[in-house]
């Protein structure tokens, strides 16, 4: 069984290596153990997945304990390393981030996102000179563990419409940049999906470009391949996987309750081979 600070080590090196990360995000153990069955190296977790397990809105509506509470469990559940998104840090002031970060190193995990958006319409990002100190103070957090933790901030003037697109484009390069500066291990855009947009954020941001590749509710644009072809370096997909599990519960549930069928089982696993999953995954974690 690997260390944290093997686990951590080889995550953070696949961000300096060749070819992409490709990041299929949890939401509870078990589907961790699912993903890390499938082969995946790295499994993340997504916020939003968690709270709507937890039957709450996405939006930092649990606690920071009870996230780090369950991405530990996530983290413990699988032998492959995990990291968390972690929202905006649970508070606006650079030692809540601090306190996030250090709360995430000792859950397990071996990075974490921490967003620039505040969830206020009013002020939908962080004043840049705040949000750079925000990640400031939790690389520092991360320098103080002594673990190689990858503090990946994420950059988000496209997902609350900031501007025209140009402008977004630009605020994000200037806001990439400075998180990198301030100690941000890999930069996060989510929202660009246009090839040549996508091809001048990896050109203009120093440092490794993580995107969302799917979202729920829409059509993913580019492969995963397309994405490598452009020079992203890694790739995620969010809650998009957990909101997909919800609406099959959701077509189940219309089945079950309008026509009495159960048709929904036609593609479910056997209980043995959930079973045998679970079982292997805890004697190698």
């Known amino acids: 069984m690997a260390t944290l600070h093997e686990k951590a080590s080889a995550f953070a090196d696949s961000h300096r290596g060749p070819g992409i990360i490709v990041l299929p995000n949890a939401w509870d153990p078990g589907t961790a153990v699912v993903l890390a069955g499938a082969g995946f190296p790295f499994v993340a977790t997504t916020s939003a997945g968690i709270a709507f397990a937890q039957g709450v809105p996405d939006g930092q509506h649990l ?3 009870r996230m780090l509470e369950i991405a530990a469990q996530i983290a413990a559940a699988v032998d ?6 972690l929202e905006a840090g649970y508070g606006p002031r650079p030692e809540d981030v601090a306190a996030t970060v250090s709360g995430a190193v000792a859950a397990g995990v071996v990075g974490c996102n921490i967003e620039d958006s505040t969830g206020d319409r009013e002020r939908p990002l962080f004043e840049l000179e705040l949000a750079v100190e925000r990640i400031r103070a939790g690389a520092e957090a991360v320098a103080a563990s002594g673990v190689p933790f990858v503090l990946n901030a ?3 003037p496209y997902l609350v419409r900031l501007g025209t697109p140009e402008e977004n484009l630009v605020e994000s390069i200037r806001r990439a940049n400075a998180y990198r500066e301030a100690g941000a291990g890999c930069l996060y855009v989510p929202g660009v999906s246009d090839p040549d947009t996508i091809e ?3 050109r203009e941001i120093d440092g490794p470009l993580n995107v969302l590749g799917a979202r729920g509710g ?3 644009v580019l492969s995963v391949a397309e994405l490598e072809a452009l020079g992203v370096r890694r790739v995620s997909i969010g809650g998009s996987l957990a909101v997909a599990a919800l609406a ?3 077509r189940a549930a219309a089945e079950l309750r309008q026509d009495g069928t159960f ?3 036609r593609d479910a696993m056997s209980n043995t081979d959930a079973n ?4 292997r995954a805890r004697r190698e974690a």
């Open 154 to 156: 994420r950059v988000d």
């Open 218 to 220: 829409a059509d993913s």
């Open 248 to 250: 099959l519960v959701r």
């Open 63 to 65: 606690s920071r304990s």
């Open 80 to 85: 492959v390393p995990v990291t968390a998104d």
């Open 200 to 202: 001048r954020l990896v």
């Open 263 to 265: 048709g929904y089982t």
């Open 276 to 279: 045998e999953l679970m079982l």
